[in-house]
């Protein structure tokens, strides 16, 4: 039996075990079959003692981070490995999955790239402009930005989360269930009053959800997204998301002299670290003012 034909029939029973087995769904079994074939490949070998290697599998993940992949591949190759020990180990190729001790590299979390707030105004006039852009979208982007809220959350808000006459939204998605209220001024509160008042009863709502589609339902997360995608074609801008607006309510705030703790409290950070990892870009950004500015700079 040749050596492709032993890859091959390694591959099937593998799939034929992360689908049934392991209960996978086809989607997830094709993504786990191409990080293995991936893993073949780097190990030049199809024998199941060979592959059954922690240190090759190891090996392995450290190739993929300097390939420049990203964490979410990074992580996604690891858990591919641990089905594919555990398929060993089940073969009788190994006593134990080699795969449960194996580490990624520490990559750290990659901030989204940075929006000044000149560009913040290109996009609203944008809105403002373009006629395929309607008072649910110029809410949508106002809200993003003047709150911080992340995509999900936004497109769980029902009508009882907003009060227009305090000025708040009260956001119940946030991670680790907790409840928090974020105020809600200007140009956000007047977008979302016009939205309310001018669209939303258009499209006939089938429940009490704040942005609904063409059909009365949930504006799902995808298409929210897919306005920021279109709002970056207009301006020939790549990068710009719901998460990179709320990066840019986080650095503007603490540019204009915000405290880290209020920007915690506001993006529902349950750790302090992790809203510090904005004053890195603050700081850059005052840097490079300073660099552009002083006379020694």
């Known amino acids: 039996m040749g050596r492709q034909r032993q890859g091959e029939d390694l591959l099937t029973r593998l799939s034929r075990y992360l689908a049934t087995v392991a209960g996978l769904r086809p989607r997830t079994v094709r993504s786990y079959l191409g990080d293995i074939r991936g893993y073949l490949q ?34 996604r190759n690891r858990s591919a490995l641990r089905k594919l020990g555990e398929f060993l180990r089940l073969e009788g190729h190994c006593r134990e999955n080699p795969a449960l001790g194996l580490s990624t590299p520490k990559l750290g979390r990659k901030l989204p ?15 403002c402009r373009e006629k395929e852009f309607g008072p649910r979208e110029r809410a949508i982007f106002a809200l993003l930005y003047a709150t911080g ?11 009882s989360d907003v009060d227009l006459r305090k000025g708040e939204v009260r956001v119940r998605q946030g991670k680790g269930g907790k409840d928090r209220i974020v105020p809600l001024a200007g140009r956000a509160r ?14 006939r709502p089938k429940d009490d959800h704040l942005f609904l589609n063409r059909r009365g339902r949930p504006l799902s997360t995808r298409s929210i997204q897919k306005l920021m995608r279109r709002l970056s074609h207009w301006l020939d801008t790549a990068g710009i998301t719901p998460h990179s607006l709320r990066h840019a309510f986080a ?47």
């Open 149 to 159: 809220l992340r995509v999900a959350e936004l497109a769980a808000l029902t009508l």
């Open 42 to 75: 780097f190990a030049g070998t199809d024998q199941p003692e060979e592959l059954g290697r922690e240190e090759l599998m190891q090996r392995f993940l450290v190739s993929r981070f300097k390939a420049g992949l990203s964490p979410e591949t990074i992580s």
């Open 190 to 203: 007047l977008e979302l009053a016009r939205y309310l008042r001018e669209e939303r009863p258009k499209l």
């Open 251 to 297: 650095t503007h705030m603490l540019e204009q002299g915000a405290d880290l703790r209020t920007i915690q409290e506001l993006m529902g950070h349950a750790r302090l670290t992790t809203t510090e990892r904005y004053t890195k870009v603050s700081l850059r950004q005052l840097r490079a003012v300073h660099q552009r500015t002083h006379p020694h700079g």
């Open 113 to 127: 790239p940075y929006i000044g707030q000149p560009l913040v105004e290109r996009l609203w006039e944008t809105l």
